[in-house]
Antibody, heavy 121, light 106 residues
Framework: EVKLQQSGDELVRPGASVKISCKAS????????MHWVKQRPGQGLEWIGA????????EYNQKFKGKATLTADKSSNTANMELSRLTSEDSAVYYC??????????????WGQGASVTVSS | DIQMTQSPSFLSASVGDRVTINCKAS??????LNWYQQKLGEAPKLLIY???NLQTGIPSRFSGSGSGTDYTLTISSLQPEDVATYFC????????FGGGTKLELK
């Protein structure tokens, strides 16, 4: 069974950084890209970016360049996202999602449970 | 970057109704369009990929169509368990989600 287990909810101070992890199991971690998605309370979904673990290549939504840094630890099958210089606008639930390529389509077919980040003093 | 405009943002319908949700891309996305369903407190779930391909396990009352810049998700006969928010996602260039459609029962 494919499973993405995210780290727990975080309460962080404005200006600080936070690192969210996403541990993958049930598939070959390096064979799929991992995407990250932001969802503010009661709002839609925003694509942050993605990493291809086998070649450590990243791609970002221009809006999140300088805000989010994506990494992957192949030894532990874990994808990570660090968010820096946090403000209230970064308070949201963050999801990791595995992307699979089949039938000429990219599909995010497995998602983590989400990690809530609250930025507050 | 490609922008996705989804409509309506809110929809109220009765059980058995035919429901349609639309997404319009700012440029041709060549049918590289997926649909997701998100129920309250849950992660999104893939319904349809590449415009009109039903993901395994998804009921056949869900279908998708479209081409170029305009795409549609249709629920042929609304069921109570379909209450959720629906998002489109283009994967022609990077990734962009539509703004979402919140579907409720009338």
């Amino acid at each position: 069974e494919v499973k993405l287990q995210q780290s727990g909810d975080e309460l962080v101070r404005p200006g600080a950084s936070v690192k969210i992890s996403c541990k993958a199991s049930g598939y070959t971690f390096t064979s799929y890209s991992m995407h990250w998605v932001k969802q503010r309370p009661g709002q839609g979904l925003e694509w942050i970016g993605a990493i291809i673990p086998i070649i450590d290549t990243t791609e970002y939504n221009q809006k999140f360049k300088g805000k989010a840094t994506l990494t992957a630890d192949k030894s532990s099958n874990t994808a990570n996202m660090e968010l820096s210089r946090l403000t209230s606008e970064d308070s949201a639930v963050y999801y990791c999602a595995r992307e699979h390529y089949y039938s000429s389509s990219y599909v995010m077919d497995a998602w983590g449970q989400g990690a809530s980040v609250t930025v507050s003093s | 970057d490609i922008q996705m405009t989804q409509s309506p943002s809110f929809l109220s319908a009765s059980v058995g109704d035919r429901v349609t949700i639309n997404c319009k891309a700012s440029q041709n996305i060549n049918k590289y369009l997926n649909w997701y369903q998100q129920k309250l407190g849950e992660a999104p779930k893939l319904l349809i990929y590449n415009t009109n391909n039903l993901q395994t396990g998804i009921p056949s009352r869900f279908s998708g169509s479209g081409s170029g810049t305009d795409y549609t998700l249709t629920i042929s006969s609304l069921q109570p368990e379909d209450v959720a928010t629906y998002f489109c996602l283009q994967h022609s260039s990077r990734r962009t989600f539509g703004g979402g459609t919140k579907l409720e029962l009338k």
